[in-house]
């Protein structure tokens, strides 16, 4: 049924420097203790490389799994386990862990592109990571993780601005006193192959409307910005053009965004267009294509809806080509 299609790629279990698979990597669990009688072999570790995981897309379930006790195990079996379905994604079958001996691997899913609404249910699940073995502590035999599957519609041409975390894209964050918090201005799936400027602007919402808070931009490329900015009032503009003419990709980077976090209280940032802008008729943002011509671009947010937000109580950013999603996933939640 539904994570049950999941496709297993591969069970690869690792060797220290050698990348061998099926073999074991004997190293001391810190702060383990040998006082315990018999086998005491736990579960110490399972992640996934998302939290969230589209159709087309791999994800990675890695598990740690060590012998706590003060002597060698028998033979058991590792397994991951989808509940909802009752069906083991992964088994394997191990030799046995001497007394402080541990091995680590991981499993590499992916998710059916095609017939998605009927191989994989959008929701999130809970994947279950345990072993068979009666042992000295029960309690650390297994673990956790949620999964959260989502149908996936890629964004149009569109701009919008994220924060940079870990190397992900995010609408939201939390920021600390005195924090910086890294933003991207990003140009998706653009119509032209060079952009030479670009045009955009953004409010700040929060608190009494007045800010500490301040936004530094730094170009992709060196050029030069005439917008006019009020940090106080939380108005931002950026009328930019490049010295040099800025390639494009699926997702091009025009600026980055340096936020200086003054405040205390929550921030919502909203792209909006450059005031003034070289197109009044319009309330969005705009590329300059290479012939100098200008090209006008749909934010990817709703209306109505913030692009990013700082120590929200909700994350309530809405994106359009996410609308549909998330009105069905709310029904697994």
């Keep these: 049924m539904v994570v049950s299609r999941m496709t297993i790629l591969a069970l690869v279990f ?40 589209h159709p ?22 590792v397994g991951i386990l989808e ?18 001996a541990g091995v680590s691997g991981t499993v590499h899913f992916s998710v059916p592109a095609d017939k998605f609404s009927v191989a994989v249910i959008p929701g999130r699940y809970t ?6 073995l009666v042992d000295a502590d029960p309690a650390n035999d297994r673990k956790e993780v949620i999964v959260e599957v989502r149908e996936f519609s890629p964004p149009g041409e569109t701009m919008e601005m994220y924060i940079l975390e870990n190397e992900q894209l995010l609408p ?36 009494l409307g007045t800010f500490n808070s301040s936004v530094e931009v730094s170009m992709a490329l060196p050029g030069v910005d005439v917008g006019v900015s009020n940090p106080r009032d ?16 699926t997702n091009t980077v025009l600026a980055t965004l340096d936020l200086f976090y003054l405040d205390q209280f929550p921030l919502d940032l909203t792209m909006r267009n450059s005031l003034p802008s070289a197109d009044p008729q319009n309330s969005r943002p705009i590329v300059i294509a290479d012939d100098l011509s200008d090209v006008v671009v749909d934010m990817r947010h709703i209306p109505g809806f913030p692009s990013v937000q700082i120590n929200p109580a909700d994350c309530i950013v809405e994106y359009a080509d996410d609308a549909s999603f998330r009105k069905i996933s709310s029904l697994f939640r």
């Design 14 to 53: 690792i060797i220290g420097g050698c990348g061998q698979s099926d073999s074991l990597l004997f190293a001391p669990e810190p702060g383990a203790s040998k006082a315990r009688i018999g086998a005491d072999v736990a579960i110490s570790a399972f992640t996934a490389s998302s939290e969230v995981v």
């Design 56 to 77: 087309g897309e791999v994800l990675d379930l890695s598990v740690t799994v060590v012998n706590w006790g003060g002597q060698p195990s028998g033979p058991f079996s």
């Design 83 to 100: 509940p909802i379905s009752g069906v083991f994604l992964a088994r394997k079958d191990l030799p046995g862990l001497a007394a402080g």
């Design 127 to 132: 994947l279950i990571c345990g072993h068979n």
């Design 172 to 207: 939201c964050s939390n920021g600390v006193f005195l924090g910086h918090i890294v933003m991207q201005v990003v140009y998706h799936n653009p119509s032209i192959s060079i952009i030479r400027g670009f045009e955009c602007g953004w409010d700040l919402a929060g608190g």
């Design 234 to 249: 939380g108005n931002y503009n950026v009328i930019c053009g490049f010295y040099s003419p800025l390639p494009t990709s």
